[in-house]
């Protein structure tokens, strides 16, 4: 007989038999807990598992199931790319990419380009780029990827075009403005900005009157960014962003000297389509972000802020679209494969991060500007290891330094051979 207690907190029967069921549902949630608790430490387990023995200590990072190595071996019957022109823009992750190249050129003993000065970690930016700007070397460079602004005759009379597989990368426009002004503090640059309490909401009420009052005093170089930064870094001159045919047409130019164009927004898309093109294998592009702003340091825009912002850079949301639809075309090009290979990459980046880095939030400051966030390497793995996964949280001033480094020793060992060459005649 079913009794119907509606009222069971008043009603010694039904009460008890309310308490056991409310037991019963205890003892099913403290059950099912411990279950999803041992899943996860299963899946946590598995996951380590499978990176260790993915990992291999003496080849850096990777080797992953011979079976899901789809185009890594298509890709053996090809020769992989020595040669590339790396355009580093500002604020853009490039500093990620320059690090995948910086390693990729070390372990195999290619020519980097280098500034002509020991003190210089651009070409000269904000200048055009120039051979004068480069440090001459004993035969021709395999790859630029350090701070320069684009000019096409010199680059390709350094890196010819028939040799050379050219890349950039771009970013979201309004995104990519924002981190500009605000990573380098650009409103000091303005009077009446100085104390605002939005400087970049301030500058976009009349953006042209502030530039022409502009403190020029200080890192003048910086103000060329203050409108279509993409567009100035790859070479188009700021008197020329109001004539939007004009900018079109240099979009075409563009369209035509850079074999890869990578977005922020799609890096690890960007990063496999690069390797594909490259010739190259997954473990080359192996990555931990550089120079990435705290969350707290990035402004959130206000619809009406956007709007402002992709008005003033309309050249940039110009290039931007464009090579977006460039981009998707090429990944379409490249068939169903290179989901696979995708999947396989975001999988190989968590083996990474597990293998090399403590756990917890690090800042560094890797030159002047604001704090960024930064890694610290485990202290338990060896040492063939610790210094593959110092590599790749290495800044690129610290890399070229290491560059000019092992240049150095390079020629002072030939100059030693040449001596005791000269002994034996």
Not at 26 to 55: H, N
Not at 105 to 131: C, E, N, V
Not at 241 to 264: A, G, P
Request: charged letters at 25%; hydrophobic letters at 40%; one cysteine or more.
């Amino acid at each position: 007989m079913h009794v119907l207690c509606p009222f069971a907190g008043y009603d010694p029967v039904c009460g008890g038999a309310i308490k056991d069921m409310m037991q019963f549902h205890k003892r099913v949630i403290m059950v099912f807990s411990t279950l999803l608790l041992a899943s996860w430490l299963v899946l946590q387990l598995s996951e380590r598992d499978l990176c260790s023995k993915s990992l291999s200590l003496e080849r850096k990072l990777m080797e992953v199931d011979p079976l899901e190595q789809s185009t890594d071996k298509l890709q053996l019957q090809c020769k992989p790319a020595n040669n590339i022109l790396f355009l580093k823009t500002h604020k853009t992750g490039s500093s990620t990419v320059t690090n995948i190249l910086n390693r990729y050129g070390d372990t195999r003993s290619l020519i980097f380009a280098m500034p002509a000065t020991k003190k210089s970690y651009s070409f000269y930016w904000p200048l055009s780029f120039s051979l004068r700007f480069t440090q001459v070397l004993w035969k021709a460079p395999n790859i630029l990827c350090n701070h320069a602004r684009y000019k096409k005759a010199p680059m390709n009379w350094l890196f010819p075009k028939q040799t050379t597989h050219y890349v950039t990368i771009l970013r979201e426009p309004t995104q990519h403005f924002e981190s500009i002004f605000n990573f380098f503090f650009l409103g000091k640059h303005f009077k009446g900005l100085e104390n605002a309490s939005s400087p970049l909401e301030k500058f976009l009420q009349n953006p042209k009157v502030y530039l022409k009052v502009a403190n020029r005093t200080k890192n003048p170089g910086l103000l060329k960014l203050m409108r279509n930064p993409a567009l100035f870094d790859l070479g188009l001159d700021t008197k020329y962003h109001d004539d939007l045919s004009l900018v079109q047409n240099y979009i075409r130019f563009l369209q035509r000297e850079f074999d890869v164009v990578m977005l922020m927004e799609y890096f690890d898309e960007s990063l496999v389509l690069l390797k594909r093109r490259l010739c190259w294998k997954i473990d080359d592009i192996l990555y931990f972000k550089l120079n990435e702003r705290r969350d707290t340091d990035k402004q959130n825009l206000y619809n009406d802020v956007r709007e402002k912002i992709v008005k003033w850079n309309s050249g940039d949301e110009l290039l931007y679209n464009a090579f977006k639809r460039k981009l998707w075309e090429m990944i379409a090009e490249e068939g169903p494969d290179f989901f696979k290979d995708l999947a396989i990459f975001r999988r190989q980046l968590k083996c990474v991060k597990m293998t090399c880095l403590q756990e917890g939030n690090f800042l560094t400051r890797p030159y002047a500007g604001r704090l960024v966030r930064g890694y610290v390497v485990k202290a338990n793995i060896s040492k063939s290891l610790n210094e593959s996964c110092s590599r790749m949280i290495m800044n690129e001033i610290p890399y070229l330094d290491y560059h000019r480094e092992k240049l150095y020793r390079q020629l002072l060992t030939i100059d030693k051979h040449e001596i005791q060459v000269d002994r034996l005649r």
